[in-house]
């Protein structure tokens, strides 16, 4: 079967198993694979791209030891550190990036959960914008508990973020203050709460493709709503701060097959975008369908969603 077949079988109700040969995904010709996951992305999705932005709303001194991460305590980085977020702020930046034409903005935060006072702070805020503001609300904000998700949910939030990172397998490389079940056991929360699920994970840690070929499955088998793929950008004070950067070909490999593997899920460019031709424009030829879009400083971030909002219309999309 060639890989275009595949993709009209998977149009026609065929899904993607731990029982079937992945490797079919490392052998065809890239420019085949991205195609057949343009139509998988065409037939399921449309052509409406999803659009997200997020705040950093408490910032550094995170005790996790995750290394590619630039807010960990245990790496020693330039990363900016500060408290929750003041909610003047963060209504500013909501209300900016709905009169830019977001549709989802998500309060992120540092640490293993955020819990306390912060997380109080946290709830008020989500209270505001669900008030003021008309733009889907997400959270990402660790391991919270059932009780947590619930009361997000009531004070407004739809969707929550919590990445897998990377395969069970190579988890443990990553990260080894918290593990990967304890990230599935956090997803299933937030699905029996009934919220959005979006988690992916980073590419290009020193994984091999059979960990990104796991990943994409363990995200099926979950039923995940959005996938964000990241793509790293090592960063000095880092574990990884010594990787070459993937290339774009294995970037637009992984998200083309992401999509035959998830063929109903938001595929979200996140990280990384600046090793993608025009910010990621033959991405969104190769299956991808979301994005992050914007930045946390105010003027930038208007430009960089007005160029991504005319970049999607010219290839012929639409927000």
Request: charged share 25%; glycine share 6%.
């Amino acid at each position: 079967m060639s890989i275009l077949e595949l993709a009209n079988e998977i149009i026609n109700g065929k899904r993607i198993t731990r029982e079937d040969d992945l490797s079919i995904f490392l052998n065809c010709e890239l420019k085949e694979l991205c195609e057949g996951a343009d139509k998988i992305r065409a037939h399921f999705v449309g052509d409406r791209v999803d659009l997200c932005s997020i705040i950093n709303g408490r910032s550094g001194k995170c005790p996790e030891d995750c290394k590619y991460c630039a807010q960990s305590a245990h790496h020693h980085t330039q990363c900016e550190v500060y408290d929750f977020l003041p909610q003047e702020k963060i209504m500013e930046a909501c209300k900016l990036n709905e009169a830019e034409g977001v549709h989802r903005f998500s309060i992120v935060t540092a640490g293993k959960r955020l819990s306390g006072d912060e997380f109080q702070k946290a709830i008020e805020a989500y209270k505001a914008m669900n008030s003021e503001c008309n733009i889907e609300l997400c959270a990402s904000m660790g391991f919270l508990s059932a009780e947590q998700l619930h009361e997000l949910h009531e004070a407004g939030v739809t969707s929550y973020h919590h990445n897998i990172e990377t395969s069970k397998r190579n988890f443990p490389n990553i990260c080894t203050t918290h593990t990967y079940e304890q990230k599935i056991e956090t997803l299933k929360m937030v699905k029996a709460e009934g919220m959005y699920v979006c988690s992916g994970g980073i590419i290009g840690m020193g994984e091999t493709w059979e960990d990104r070929l796991d990943m994409a499955i363990s995200l099926s088998e979950l039923e995940v709503d959005s996938i964000p793929i990241n793509a790293l950008m090592p960063i000095k004070g880092t574990p990884l701060e010594g990787l070459d950067r993937i290339s774009e070909d294995d970037i637009l490999r992984t998200i083309a097959f992401f999509r035959y593997i998830n063929p109903k899920a938001e595929i979200r460019l996140a990280a990384g975008r600046a090793l993608l031709t025009n910010d990621g424009e033959i991405a969104f030829k190769s299956g991808a369908s979301a994005t992050i879009t914007g930045d946390m400083l105010t003027t930038v971030a208007c430009a960089t969603i007005r160029s991504d909002r005319q970049m999607l219309k010219d290839i012929g999309r639409t927000t």
